[in-house]
């Protein structure tokens, strides 16, 4: 991990405090919707093939970022839910 990730993660682990049961499972499930689906694997194959531009590589890193604070968050939610796997 590094430690842009552990820094960003002990900020978000005040949030956990915040969470309900429902909360947690809804953050769980959260995904992109088609449309963000569709225009990240064209960025994704343009990076792949070396033809981004700068912009669509600016795109590109903001998607990342976004990505991994979500999948913080979502590492957070499921502890949350193992801690309390009875919640309704």
Do not use: C, H, W
């Amino acid at each position: 991990m590094s430690t842009t990730t552990t820094y960003l993660d002990r900020f978000l682990e005040p949030m956990t405090e915040a969470f309900t049961p429902e909360m947690a499972r809804t953050i769980v499930e959260l995904r992109a919707d088609a449309e963000s689906e569709s225009r990240i694997q064209t960025l994704r194959e343009k990076g792949n093939n070396g033809t981004l531009s700068p912009e669509e590589d600016a795109e590109y890193k903001e998607f990342v970022e976004a990505v991994d604070v979500v999948s913080i968050i979502q590492a957070k939610a499921r502890r949350f839910l193992a801690q309390y796997p009875d919640s309704p």
